[in-house]
C-alpha cells in the first residue's frame, strides 16, 4: 500500500507462464518501485526464476507467458526478441547464479566487458576500456588494468560473479534481476556480493528484484519480499511483516525451518512432505496438504469436509484470503 504513491517502475499483473500443459506460475500481481528492492522467496521449484525470465523475456517456445508485465509503463509481454534486447541492458539487466554459464571462455574478462560499450553503445575501444577498468573497480576487483586481459577461469568464483555484476551495470539499469546470485559461493563471498549489490543499488539508485530460496540472504537485501509456493504468490509484506508477523502457514513453516531464524537447532522445523507435482491443479490453497492449519481446519472445526471434500487443498482458502487483502 506504501508504494501506491510512488510511480512504479515494474508493473505485473496476473503473470502466467506455462510449459505445454502445464501451469508453473499463475496469477503473479507485482509491483516495484524506482531503487525499491524485493526479493522473491521459495523452495526449489516454486517459480520464482520462472517469473524473473519472464519478465526478461526470456522464456522460449514452447513456455507462454500470459498477463502484463509493465517496465516503465510499456507493456513488454508480447513484444518481438528485437524489442526486447534494447530494454535489457539499459532498462532491465539480470544476474545469474552460474557465473561460469555467463561468461564466455574464450574471451579476456575486459574484451566481453567493453564488447557491450562498443556494440551497445558504439563507444571506441579506448573509451571502453578505461570504462570497463572503471567497472571493475566499481564491483571491487583490484588492480584492474592488470586484469583486462584475463579469462573467466583465472578468477575466482566470487570474482566471476563480480564480473558479471559489472557486466550487468554496464549500460546503467534501472532495474537488476538478480536470480540467486550468490547460491554457488561460499558465506563470506556471499556476504561480499550482497554487500556489493546493497551498494551498487544505493549509489545507483537502480531497484532490485532479488530471487533467492534463503531467508537470510533476502533479508540483507530487500525492503520488501514476496513468498512463492507452487508458482503463486502466497505472502508478501516489509520484510518486518514476514519475519515478525508471519501471516501465511507456508510463510511460518518456512521460517520454522530455517537455520538463521531459530535460536537452537533443536528448534527446527523441517516442512514435512513436498511440494505438489506441477502438474496437479488447486481450488484452492496449494499448500493445504502440508499444511497444519488445513489439517485442524478439516479435523476440529469441519470434520464432515474430510467425507465431502476428498482433496484436502480444496478446503483451505487462506492464501487468497490472504494475497487479496
Ligand atoms: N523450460 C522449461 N520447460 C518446462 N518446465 C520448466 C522449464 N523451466 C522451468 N520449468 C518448471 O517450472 C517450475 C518452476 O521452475 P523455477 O526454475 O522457476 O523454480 P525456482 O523456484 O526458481 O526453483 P530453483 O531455485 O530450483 O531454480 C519447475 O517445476 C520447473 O521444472
Known amino acids: 500500500m506504501m508504494h501506491a504513491l510512488k510511480p512504479s517502475l515494474l508493473s505485473i499483473s496476473g503473470l502466467g507462464v506455462r510449459f505445454g500443459p502445464t501451469q508453473v506460475v499463475r496469477g503473479i500481481d507485482l509491483t516495484i518501485a524506482p531503487g525499491e528492492s524485493v526479493a522473491v522467496l521459495g523452495e526449489s521449484g516454486s517459480g520464482k526464476s520462472v517469473t524473473g525470465k519472464a519478465v526478461m523475456g526470456l522464456i522460449n517456445p514452447p513456455g507462454r507467458v500470459e498477463g502484463s508485465v509493465r517496465f516503465e509503463g510499456e507493456e513488454l509481454v508480447g513484444r518481438s526478441e528485437a524489442d526486447m534486447k534494447a530494454v535489457r541492458g539499459p532498462g532491465i539487466a539480470m544476474v545469474f547464479q552460474d557465473s561460469l554459464d555467463a561468461l564466455n571462455p574464450v574471451y579476456s574478462v575486459g574484451d566481453q566487458i567493453m564488447e557491450i560499450l562498443t556494440v551497445r ?23 584492474p588494468e592488470n586484469r583486462l586481459k584475463d579469462y573467466p577461469h583465472q578468477f575466482s568464483g566470487g570474482m566471476r560473479q563480480r564480473i558479471c555484476i559489472a557486466m550487468a551495470i554496464a549500460l546503467k539499469p534501472k532495474l537488476l534481476i538478480a536470480d540467486e546470485p550468490t547460491t554457488a559461493l561460499d558465506v563470506t563471498v556471499q556476504a561480499g556480493i550482497l554487500n556489493l549489490i546493497n551498494r551498487l543499488r544505493a549509489d545507483t539508485g537502480m531497484a532490485l528484484l532479488f530471487v533467492t530460496h534463503d531467508l537470510a540472504v533476502a533479508r540483507r537485501v530487500a525492503h520488501s519480499l514476496i513468498i512463492m509456493y507452487a508458482g503463486r504468490i502466497v505472502e508478501r509484506g516489509t520484510v518486518d511483516d514476514i519475519f515478525v508477523r508471519p501471516a501465511h502457514p507456508y510463510t511460518r513453516a518456512l521460517l520454522a525451518s530455517n537455520p538463521g531464524s531459530v535460536r537452537h537447532w533443536s528448534q527446527l522445523q523441517p516442512i514435512s512432505g513436498s511440494p505438489p507435482d506441477k502438474a496437479a491443479r488447486f481450488a484452492g490453497c496449494a499448500f493445504a496438504p502440508r499444511c497444519p492449519r488445513a489439517e485442524a481446519r478439516c479435523t476440529d472445526e469441519a470434520p464432515e469436509l474430510r467425507r465431502i471434500l476428498p482433496n484436502r487443498e480444496s478446503r483451505c482458502h487462506f492464501a487468497e484470503e490472504i494475497a487479496h487483502a
Open 121 to 143: 553503445l558504439g563507444w571506441s575501444r579506448h573509451q571502453a576500456r578505461s570504462e570497463a577498468i572503471r567497472l571493475m573497480e566499481q564491483v571491487g576487483i583490484s588492480q
